[in-house]
Antibody, heavy 119, light 107 residues
């Protein structure tokens, strides 16, 4: 079964850091682009970042550039999102998702992990 | 950035109704558009890819059309399980952008 499972969410103070993980199974992880998408409470979806199969290309939404870093470890079938200098507006459920290429829509999504930035 | 304007933002309909949701892109995106369904507390589920291709396993009452700047998602005969929020996503250029969502409610 194709599956993505996020972890690492929690409560963090403004200015703090958090690292999200996404464990992939049931498919050849190293053959897919991967994405992070977030959803603030009661709000719509926002694409956050993409990473190429081999990690050589990364793209970010402007609001997280310089603060968030997407990375992957194909040997561990894992995707990561390192989030630094967190702000209240980063509070959201964070989903990882896979895509066939850098120009296709994500087809499989994880269940999400909640990040709350609050003092 | 490409802006995706989705309408309506909410829609009240009955079982058996035909409904249409529209997304307009601020510039041409070819057919680089997907449609998603999201139920409360759940992850989004892709219904349509490449503007008009039906995702495997998705009922045929769902269809997508359009190219360039205007796109539609049509549900031909609403079923009780279709009441949810729907989003379009453009993946033509970075940053990818979603429409604001359409909440489909039972009349």
């Amino acid at each position: 079964e194709v599956q993505l499972v996020e972890s690492g969410g929690g409560l963090v103070q403004p200015g703090g850091s958090l690292r999200l993980s996404c464990a992939a199974s049931g498919f050849t992880f190293s053959s897919y682009w991967m994405s992070w998408v977030r959803q603030a409470p009661g709000k719509g979806l926002e694409w956050v970042a993409n990473i190429k199969e081999d990690g050589s290309e990364k793209y970010y939404v402007d609001s997280v550039k310089g603060r968030f870093t997407i990375s992957r470890d194909n040997a561990k079938n894992s995707l990561y999102l390192q989030m630094n200098s967190l702000r209240a507006e980063d509070t959201a459920v964070y989903y990882c998702a896979r895509a066939w290429s850098g120009s296709t829509s994500p087809d499989i999504w994880g269940q999400g992990t909640m990040v709350t930035v609050s003092s | 950035d490409i802006q995706m304007t989705q309408s309506p933002s909410s829609l009240s309909a009955s079982v058996g109704d035909r409904v249409t949701i529209t997304c307009r892109a601020s510039q041409g995106i070819r057919n680089d558009l997907g449609w998603y369904q999201q139920k409360p507390g759940k992850a989004p589920k892709r219904l349509i890819y490449a503007a008009s291709s039906l995702q495997s396993g998705v009922p045929s009452r769902f269809s997508g059309s359009g190219s360039g700047t205007e796109f539609t998602l049509t549900i031909s005969s609403l079923q009780p399980e279709d009441f949810a929020t729907y989003y379009c996503l453009q993946h033509n250029s970075y940053p990818f952008t979603f429409g604001q969502g359409t909440k489909l409610e039972i009349k």
